[in-house]
């Protein structure tokens, strides 16, 4: 028996919008290099997404058709959401990773000016 302290996600956390965007982002991470070139990241996302809440649907028994056609629709929410959080993620990643390596640039021309 595992301890309930061990529980990194819970089903109804995975239920929720925010567990079901978390997992979408984590699922993507990892799968997104292993895709086809001639397959976009955002389809990804997407079919991650809708599979995520599919899933959910049959897991904890609550198919019926109005429940599918709303996990159809709460998929590209979700996948919109995964998507966002991962360019925010990224984009403030790069800029700050570029902010240093300029300022590192203008240190070190500073510095050869210093020794002409």
Sequence with gaps: MISEGFDLIEADYLMSFAGAVIATNVI?????DYMPEFLDKKIVTL????FIMFTNQCIFGTITLKTMYLSFLNSFVVAAAAMGNYEILTTKTKKRVTKDLQNQASKKSTNEKTDE
């Excluded at 993507?28 to 997104?32: Q, V």
Aim: proline share 0%.
């Design 28 to 32: 993507t991470h990892f799968i997104k």
């Design 47 to 50: 079919f991650v997404a809708a």
